[in-house]
């Protein structure tokens, strides 16, 4: 078997395209949606990333400030520029790249932000929501990865799917997201004793360790749908996933590569809940005008 390629780079194209006509009625009706970035420290990834979603707003006719500062800011002060976001109509979503510098708790700024331009989906209001099935701003990576199985007709519904992670931002919330579509979910971590005996039982895997090229064809139930959030630096310093990709693609049904996987999603659904952010201030708008 070889396995289908999953081209998050064409299916992240077609939702931006979706985006930017929301854009454009947007406009028609006079609202700009306008994205703030808070870049702090000299991280290079961070800073690729950061450029590549100011790109992407620009190409799809957003507004995007960024908010750059030396990896000596306080948290006092980032609070303070969060609050001020919080406060200017213009911005209809705010983002604070992670990860952060270590005198900066993470979850302070994190709940500093109002939820309602939480477009990251990260304060524990839109994880509540998510968490319940609720209206809420998912969290990108996640949501990207289900839009991707989407594309594919791909349903989770009875499907066993094994998530390698459990971070905050993409391994706990992308269980919880293939649960809500009726998957049959699995957490593996790094205190996981003998992982591939849970991996080989994934009809969906999932995974987001952060180990490059770990996951080989020992580990994967043939025909499996393989999902690879990995960003890692190989022996030569290439960036790979956790999956090694020529040798799992003889085994499973669907995999993603990396780069040109999941990455690229991350950014078109941030750029999809920034504009639904826009739409609901303008909702707002017009429902207090009509009280
Ligand atoms: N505030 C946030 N911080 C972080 C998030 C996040 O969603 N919000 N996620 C990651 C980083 N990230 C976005 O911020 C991100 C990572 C990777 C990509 C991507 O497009 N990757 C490309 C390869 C890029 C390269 O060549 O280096 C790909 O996979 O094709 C986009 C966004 C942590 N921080
Ligand atoms: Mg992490």
């Known amino acids: 078997m070889t396995a289908t390629t999953i081209d998050g780079r064409a299916v992240s194209q077609k939702i931006k395209e979706q985006v930017k006509m929301r854009v454009e009625r947007l406009k028609e009706q006079g609202v700009i ?26 190409a799809l006719g957003m ?25 200017d109509p213009q911005i209809h979503g705010i983002l604070v790249q992670l990860p952060l510098p270590a005198q900066i708790d993470e979850f302070k700024v994190i709940l500093a932000i109002d939820p309602a331009k939480d477009v990251d989906g ?26 991707l199985l989407e594309h594919y007709d791909i349903n989770p519904a009875g499907k066993h799917t094994v998530v390698i992670g ?50 080989d064809q020992s580990f994967i139930k043939p025909g499996a749908v393989v999902i690879d959030v990995g960003m890692n630096r190989d022996e030569n ?24 996987g999941v990455g690229p999603m991350t950014i078109a659904m941030l750029m999809e809940n920034t504009v639904q952010s826009a739409e609901n201030g303008l909702q707002k708008d017009k429902s207090a005008e009509t009280m």
């Open 237 to 260: 310093g290439k960036l790979c996933g956790d999956v090694d990709f020529a040798d799992v693609s003889q085994t499973a049904s669907f995999l993603t590569p990396v780069p040109g």
């Open 33 to 58: 949606p306008g994205l703030a970035v808070v870049l702090v420290g000299e991280d290079s990834a961070s800073h690729t990333y950061v450029k590549n979603k100011k790109k992407s707003c620009e």
């Open 166 to 215: 459990r971070s905050n931002i993409v391994g706990k919330p992308v269980g919880q997201l293939m649960l809500q579509k009726d998957a049959t979910v699995t957490y593996c971590h790094s205190k996981t004793t003998d992982l591939a005996s849970f991996t080989r039982q994934a009809d969906i895997l999932v995974s987001a360790i952060g180990r490059a090229k770990l996951i």
């Open 63 to 87: 507004r995007s400030d960024l908010h750059q500062f030396p990896d000596t800011l306080t948290e006092a002060e980032l609070l303070s520029t969060i609050e001020e976001l919080n406060n």
């Open 122 to 147: 990260f304060h524990p209001i839109s994880v509540g929501n998510m968490m319940i099935g609720k209206e809420a701003f998912l969290p990108c990576t996640p949501h990207g990865i289900m839009k």
